[in-house]
């Protein structure tokens, strides 16, 4: 019997919508039952929506005070001690997943997948090596729990309209207190979140100044879009690193794609290759970007996004 | 006696674009050129700096790799690692088995801070330095792109999701380095005959006394599905038809 524990990402008492992806993923294995784990503080608002998600059975609170703040090494000794009687353990391939499932896993003795992008069966998953240039197929031995990344952008989020039981779970697990959270500063944009918007412009070193990133932001407004950047972009100060897209920033698929003054790297293609329409506004013909581009203008983009803004009204 | 390990991997250099076999059963490495993982040198120059401003007196570089890894070793003791340690193993080890590896080197060398890079760019898994912290039931400070010593804790600044997040550790700690911690330094000539001279000391992944077995196996390796050759527009106007006529706008 499988049975997937799921751990629910969340900020601010709202459930991220990477864990209604987690749950699809886990959805994919047949026969699966699925149940979503929420650590916290308070947990009740975040497992009342968890509790919403179409296929999930039951949803188990672990609440403490220490819970309060997303710490690895706070919550890895619970999530183990709550996975005692699931096969798999699931958690988002976001920076709070990437940090938490390895530290999961290494306490429950066993090994990780990371980003898994398909579940061909409980033991079977393809995850992308190499930024993405290979996929891979990968057996998991059975006889041990599968500890796991989901990538977010290979799934749908699952619906809501269900209704399953919330319970509070007792977690038996000795908290550290060697690791204590200071600070975040989460710049408060307004503008769609980039890992879910359905429209991203992106702008890349040839943006110049984080003065002129500006450019950037009028058109992504005018199109209600969330805003991306290149490495370069970011790395000289034009743009702030939660926008970074790529093999080492976000890995987005928004219905549209418009990358400015971006060459094509393939660390930052890795992070696009699932968008479903990609524009590219670059003023070299040769430009890598070109190649994956589905919709090209060669332009400069100091006068083509002013015109471009002006178009759309 | 102040001591940083960090961990230096051999990979496939970052420019080259990675090809998957005809026959599917890996990927193309024959000929092809090998590097120091960029995570790691960025966590090897971050060792080199805390040791520089006196917070700490030696650094170490260690890998878990073939035996041609010296040579990435050899380039970190070129870039100022005091000394080096090889374990090796032919077969590829799974992160679990890297960190266990590593453990046994933290048992015998005890520092005070142990560096890796966030993520290997060939296997892009990001776990080595999370599952080692778990083992050694020490604190992890992820992605780091700033670190602040004091008196035996650590403040270290992550890139995460939402934007930087601030987290203070006891040491000893295990640190993973993002993109922005630092610029490492180019190798000098002279630096090069002299890290010839630098202590390099191989060891079996046998004689660690671990279990390096493995949990998961590829059955094959596939190329990305292709995208579709596009269109170019030659204006912003073609450009706005083009996307109404998707129903993008
Ligand atoms: C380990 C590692 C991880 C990495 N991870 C990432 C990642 O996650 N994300 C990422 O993006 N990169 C990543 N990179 C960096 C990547 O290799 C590239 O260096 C980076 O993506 C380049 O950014 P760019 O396209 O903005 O800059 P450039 O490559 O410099 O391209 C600028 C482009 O702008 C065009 N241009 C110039 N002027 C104008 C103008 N006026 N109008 C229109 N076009 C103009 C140029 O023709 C050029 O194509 C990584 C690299 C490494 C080694």
Redesign the interface.
């Known amino acids: 019997m499988t049975k997937i524990l799921v751990v629910a990402e969340h900020?601010g008492g709202k459930l991220n919508p990477a864990t209604a992806k987690c749950v699809a993923c886990a959805s994919a294995i047949s026969g699966a039952e699925i149940d979503v784990v929420v650590l916290a503080a308070d947990a009740s608002a975040v497992a009342d929506q968890a509790a919403k998600l179409q296929g999930v059975k039951k949803v188990l609170k672990v609440e403490n005070a220490a819970n309060a703040e997303p710490?690895?090494?706070v919550l890895?000794p619970q999530i183990a001690a709550a996975a005692a009687n699931y096969t798999h353990v699931f958690g988002p391939s976001?920076?709070?997943g990437?940090?938490?499932?390895?530290?999961?896993?290494?306490?429950l003795g066993?090994?990780?997948?990371?980003?898994i992008m398909a579940a061909d069966s409980a033991y079977?998953f393809r995850r992308?090596?190499?930024?993405?240039?290979?996929?891979?197929?990968?057996?998991?031995?059975k006889d041990?729990k599968v500890v796991a990344t989901v990538r977010v952008a290979s799934f749908q989020a699952v619906g809501e309209g269900g209704s399953a039981a919330v319970e509070a779970a007792a977690v038996n697990a000795e908290i550290?207190t060697?690791?204590?959270?200071?600070?975040?500063?989460?710049?408060a944009t307004g503008r769609p979140d980039l890992?879910t918007a359905a429209?991203v412009v992106s702008g890349g070193r040839a943006v110049g100044s984080a003065d002129n990133f500006k450019i950037i932001y009028g058109l992504a407004d005018k199109?209600g879009a969330g805003v991306g950047a290149s490495?370069a972009a970011?790395?000289a100060g034009y743009a702030?690193?939660?926008l970074q897209v790529g093999?080492?920033g976000?890995i987005i698929a928004p219905?549209?794609y418009v990358a400015v003054g971006i060459s094509g790297a393939?660390?930052h293609l890795t992070g696009i290759?699932d968008a479903r329409?990609?524009?590219a506004i670059n003023k070299d013909a040769e430009a890598p970007i070109?190649?994956?581009?589905?919709?090209?203008?060669?332009?400069d983009l100091f006068t083509?996004i002013p015109?471009?803004e002006k178009?759309?009204g | 006696m102040s001591k940083i390990l960090v961990g230096l991997k051999r990979v496939?250099d970052?420019n080259v674009?990675?090809?998957?076999k005809p026959d599917g059963t890996g990927?193309v490495t024959e000929g092809v050129k090998m590097s120091i993982n960029p995570f790691d040198e960025i966590a090897l120059e971050e060792a080199l700096r805390i040791k520089e401003k006196g917070g700490a007196t030696e650094v170490i570089v260690a890998s878990i790799g073939p035996a041609d890894t010296q040579q990435q070793l050899r380039t970190g003791l070129a870039m100022g690692a005091d000394r080096a340690i090889l374990v090796q193993s032919d077969a590829p080890v799974?992160?679990?088995a890297a960190?266990k590896a590593f453990l046994k080197l933290i048992e015998k060398e005890g520092p005070q801070i142990v560096l890796l890079g966030?993520?290997g760019?060939?296997?892009?898994?990001?776990?080595?330095?999370?599952?080692?912290?778990?083992?050694w039931?020490?604190?992890?400070?992820?992605?780091a792109?700033k670190v602040e010593l004091d008196s035996g804790r650590a403040?270290v600044t992550?890139?995460?999701?939402?934007?930087?997040?601030?987290?203070?550790?006891?040491l000893p700690?295990v640190i993973t380095t993002?993109?922005?911690l630092n610029e490492p330094r180019y190798v000098k000539l002279p630096d090069i005959m002299k890290a010839k001279k630098k202590p390099l000391d191989t060891l079996p992944i046998a004689e660690l006394g671990i279990d390096a077995g493995?949990?998961?196996?590829?059955?094959?390796?596939?190329?990305?599905a292709g995208?579709s050759?596009?269109?170019?527009?030659?204006?912003?106007?073609?450009?706005?038809a083009?996307?109404k006529q998707?129903g993008?706008?």
């Open positions: 900020a710490l690895a090494a890895a976001t920076t709070f990437k940090d938490l499932m390895p530290r999961v896993a290494a306490l066993v090994g990780q997948l990371s980003d079977t992308p090596i190499y930024a993405g240039n290979a996929i891979i197929t990968v057996e998991a031995a041990k550290p060697h690791t204590r959270f200071v600070t975040r500063s989460a710049a890992q429209r199109l490495r970011v790395d702030p690193n939660d093999q080492t976000k219905e549209l393939i660390q290759k329409t990609i524009v070109f190649e994956v581009a589905d919709v090209g203008l060669v332009g083509v015109e471009l178009a759309l | 496939v970052y674009r990675v090809r998957v990927v799974e992160p679990l960190a966030k993520q760019i060939d296997d892009d898994n990001n776990q080595t330095g999370q599952m080692l912290a778990a083992l039931n020490r604190p992890q400070a992820t992605f792109s403040k992550r890139e995460v999701d939402a934007g930087l997040e601030t987290i203070e550790v006891d700690a993002d993109l922005r493995s949990q998961f196996k590829t059955l094959k390796y596939e190329a990305p995208r050759k596009g269109v170019m527009v030659k204006d912003v106007g073609e450009l706005v083009v996307l998707k993008l706008i």
